[in-house]
């Protein structure tokens, strides 16, 4: 589980050597504390946010893992229109910037020799999911349309 020290700004990989030791619930729940949407969770007096803070993958963590393939279904998009509605524009920019990171850390994995298969959203999984990731009303819309569009990419199924 990774989340961010908000304290000291640095990531933590709760379950790690030599980490912030805590049991599951609290390490997936700080791993869930998206900032503006939850509460930071406080472990041994430490206040813990999602791990997204840091990165959206945390995919160079599996850099040194000598893994041999990698898939990966984050929050950057495979392709970004241009919305003419605030919130859209908001919503489009940070998944440039959650892209332009995950390519970074892509590069670094690959470079270890392992196989990294980006899944990402497309247009028809960015339509389903509007501008806001935590609607509640979306779910399920979400679930179906990103269990299609994720078989339809996956070169082993067609």
């Given at each position: 589980m990774v989340a961010v020290d908000i304290d000291s700004g640095s990531?933590?990989?709760?379950?790690?050597?030599?980490?912030c030791r805590t049991d599951l619930a609290s390490a997936v729940t700080s791993s869930c504390?998206?900032?503006?949407?939850?509460?930071?969770v406080q472990i041994d007096g430490r206040r813990y946010v999602d791990g997204c803070a840091w990165s959206?993958?945390?995919l160079d963590l599996l850099a040194?893992?000598?893994l041999?393939?990698?898939?990966?279904a984050p929050s950057s998009a495979g392709w970004i229109d241009r919305p003419r509605g605030v919130p859209a524009?908001?919503?489009?920019?940070l998944r440039r910037i959650a892209t332009r990171r995950l390519l970074h850390e892509t590069?670094?994995?690959?470079?270890?020799?392992?196989?990294?298969?980006l899944i990402v959203p497309g247009r028809e999984d960015l339509a389903a999911m509007g501008v806001n990731p935590?609607?509640?009303?979306?779910?399920?819309?979400?679930?179906?349309?990103?269990?299609?569009?994720t078989a339809a990419a996956r070169p082993d199924t067609a």
């Open positions: 990531r933590v990989l709760f379950g790690a050597p030599g980490e504390a998206v900032p503006a949407w939850f509460a930071p959206d993958t945390n040194c893992a000598g041999e393939e990698v898939v990966l524009r908001v919503d489009r920019r590069r670094l994995v690959r470079e270890t020799g392992a196989r990294v298969r935590m609607d509640p009303l979306l779910r399920l819309t979400v679930l179906e349309t990103s269990l299609r569009t």
